[in-house]
Structures are given as C-alpha cells and as structure tokens.
C-alpha cells in the first residue's frame, strides 16, 4: 500500500464503502433518470452549486436538462406523508461546470437524503454518517458543523434589518468580526447584542470550550431553544468516538433562504475545498410545497479522482517491458512482486501519453531498471 492509499481512497473504492454503510443503516438506494424537466431547476437556481445547465428539447417539445443535482429530484418524488420517513441514498452522475473551468463536466456524487416527518435522531444519524463518510474516505478528516436556526435566532433577537441580516450572513461567512460590528453600529444594535453576533464570528477552541461560551452568552428563548439541539448534538457526536473529529464554525452556511437547522461540511487533508457538504433544508421543502423536514448531504467524488490524481503525477507505478524471451510463468511471479508495490503495466513498448513513476525491461527473466523518478 502506498502511501497514497493510506491518505485517500479513491472515488470507485469509495463507492462500494459507502454503499454498504448507508445499507447497513435501512437507507435504500435512489436512482433516476439523467434527465429532469429543466423547470425543476429554474425556479432553485440559487440552491444549485451553478445555474448553469445543459438544455435540450424532447419530441415532445418539453425542455429537459441533464441532472446538475439529485436533491432536488428526491424532493420532488418523496412522499410527504405524516407519520414517514424516507430514507435514501444514491451514487449518480451530474453534469455541471467543473470548478475552476467553464467546461461541463460528467461528475460522479454520492450522498443520501433523510425526508420526511424527522425526528432529532434521524437528523443526530445523518450528522453522524458524514462523519462515518469521511472516516472511510481519509483518515485525517474534519467535519464543521453549523446550526443556521442558531445564527437566525441571534440575529433575529438583535432586531437586524432583513438586509442587515443578509449582510451579517456574508461577514460570518467571511469571518469578520470588524465588519459585523460595524453593521450592527450601523443599524443602531446596541453593544451587548453586537458583541453576541461578532462572537459568532470569532469563537475558537474545542468543542466543549465553545458550547460552554456560547451558552453564557445566549439568552433569547430561540437561541436557547436552538443551543439545546445543537449541545445534543455534539453529546451524541462524542458518545459515537467522534469528538475528535468535528469542530463548531459558524462560517459553515449561509443561505437562510433554504437551511433552517444544522449545516456542515467536510474536508480530507490534502485537498482545499470541501469534498462533502450538507444540511437541514425544510425551508427548501416547504417552497416546493412539502410539509416535510429534510436533511441530507452530497459527498464530491471528482474531487477525490484529482486530488489521486495530482498526488500522483503518473497513471501507473510501473512500466515493464518485456521482448517475449521470458517464461510466461516467470514474467507472472515477476509481475505479481510488483503489483504489491503498485500498478504494473506488461507491455512490449511503452504506449503513447502515459505517465509512469518506473521504466523497467526484463529480457530471458532478468529484469533491469531502465528509469526511476522519485
């Protein structure tokens, strides 16, 4: 095993892993169509990641779209109904903009989603599985978590603007304590609510560090209310042998508009941005007129495939090239040697646009090293 493979799996090895951990927890799997009514999409542009999406025109004259999401079509086809809870998960392509390009691209994600008539286990379950998610994918992993019914019942109880909120949103997410303070000076927010919003921003520690800080200084009966979900929730993160692994950011979330609970997202060493991201979305539910509650998250797996990628720098450990004097059963023992140290291709002449770390020959069973990079 290099040492890759004790950083990072891979996107298809991930597949299978995850797979058979959200079967192990009664999530069935959702599969749909590569297409959806481009619809759908227009009227929840800004929950997408792009608003960019490929269109197409059926027989029928409807316009169609190849799936930037899966989220959105789950919705769509849950249920809804009291008393139900819908638990799924899917491994689908989507198509959307690559980051970083202005080319479309076919990306594998994975995910799940738990809809329906929650409760706080079902949602504490869901946090957890990201968790679990991410253990499998890296062992040096960090989820951060939010709890956007928390950061609007601070807000709220501060009497900012519905602008001003807006704003203060954008400031956390950039963690600017200078600027939110200015805002609420701006707004005419007196001195103790300001410091409560800027602390928002500027909070740092472990997580019992932070909840014991957090609990002096919210007193509203909403942002009471809400601390209480969110100190639960970090109570089970640790009893599962978490703990270590998860940090409270209020920089995590900022789209009131759909997130009304808990948010999160989480990171593998090595690779900068958030290769999985998720939340409680009800508000979401309720503009598509679902009296529902949701949560879910989307795990990316392209980002995996180029991180392995870029780690790498070649496409195989090994390049042998063998003339056809050695023993067919010779050149199998050798070959099976160095498959345990990597990739090995056997081939009579080195093919054309591949990166390799090793050039090896092996003529009538003597095998000589040609070129080596480190």
């Known amino acids: 095993m290099n040492s890759l493979d004790r950083i990072i799996k891979s996107d298809e090895r991930a597949i299978f892993e995850l797979r058979a951990l959200y079967k192990s927890f009664g999530y069935s799997q959702y599969k749909m169509s590569r297409f959806e009514e481009y619809d759908l999409y227009v009227r929840n542009k800004d929950f997408l990641l792009s608003d960019e999406v490929i269109t197409f025109t059926d027989r029928n004259g409807r316009l169609l779209a190849l799936k930037p999401d899966v989220t959105l079509s789950i919705i769509k086809n849950s249920s809804d109904e009291k008393g139900l809870v819908e638990k799924l998960y899917y491994n689908e392509n989507v198509y959307r903009v690559a980051p970083g390009t202005h080319n479309f691209k076919e990306i594998m994600q994975a995910g799940l989603e738990c809809i329906g008539d929650l409760s706080f286990y079902d949602i504490s379950e869901v946090v957890l599985l990201a968790a679990k998610s991410l253990s499998l994918i890296s062992e040096s992993y960090v989820l951060d978590i939010s709890h956007m019914g928390l950061i609007a019942a601070v807000l709220e109880d501060a009497g900012l603007s519905p602008q001003g909120k807006k704003q203060a949103l954008t400031f956390l997410n ?23 919003i800027a602390a928002l921003a500027e909070i740092s520690g472990t997580t019992e560090e932070i909840l014991s800080k957090l609990k002096e200084i919210l007193t ?43 948010v999160f997202n989480g990171y593998v060493e090595g690779i900068p941005t958030s290769v999985l991201s998720g939340g409680q979305y009800d508000k979401l539910l309720a503009k598509m ?40 059963i010779i050149l199998s023992e050798i070959a099976n040697k160095l498959h345990s140290e990597g990739g090995v291709l056997v081939t009579s002449a080195i093919p054309k646009n591949i990166k390799y770390r090793r050039l090896m020959e092996i003529k009538e069973g003597v095998v000589t090293i040609l070129n080596e990079n480190d």
């Not at 950039?174 to 409560?196: F, M, R, T, V």
């Not at 795990?299 to 495939?305: K, V």
């Open 220 to 262: 509203s009966e909403g942002e009471i209310k809400a601390f209480a979900e969110f100190r639960t929730l970090f109570e089970i993160i640790n009893e599962a042998g978490f703990g270590d692994n998860v940090r409270i950011d209020f920089s995590v979330g900022n789209n009131m508009k759909y997130y009304s609970g808990v």
């Open 289 to 328: 007129k679902k009296g529902s509650s949701a949560i879910g998250f989307a795990i990316y797996l392209d980002l995996l495939e180029r991180f392995e990628d870029e780690c790498l720098g070649y496409d195989i450990d090994t390049v042998l090239l063998n003339d056809g004097s050695t023993d067919p």
């Open 174 to 196: 950039q963690k600017n304590p200078h600027e939110l303070l200015s805002l609420c000076e701006a707004e005419g927010i007196d001195k103790e609510k300001s410091e409560k």
